[in-house]
């Protein structure tokens, strides 16, 4: 199977900024430990997904 997913990981800024907006509630449950929320980890998680549907594209 091809890259076809992500468009071969070339999305735009304002692609992947959609995207994590739609998903801005998972991120959000996904950085609480223990009950704290986690602003770092959040950032974290948001560059990971930034680099990772950009990665093919043309600098």
């Not at 071969?8 to 929320?37: C, H, P, Q, R, W």
């Not at 948001?46 to 990665?55: S, V």
Request: aromatic share 8%; net charge positive; charged share 35%.
């Amino acid at each position: 199977m091809k890259n076809d997913i992500f468009n071969g990981y070339k999305l735009t800024d304002n692609e992947v900024s959609k995207i994590l907006m739609d998903f801005a509630n998972v991120i959000k449950a996904k950085t609480l430990k223990l009950g704290d929320y986690k602003e770092d980890c959040e950032q974290e998680i948001k560059i990971q997904i930034y680099k990772t549907l950009t990665k093919n594209r043309k600098k």
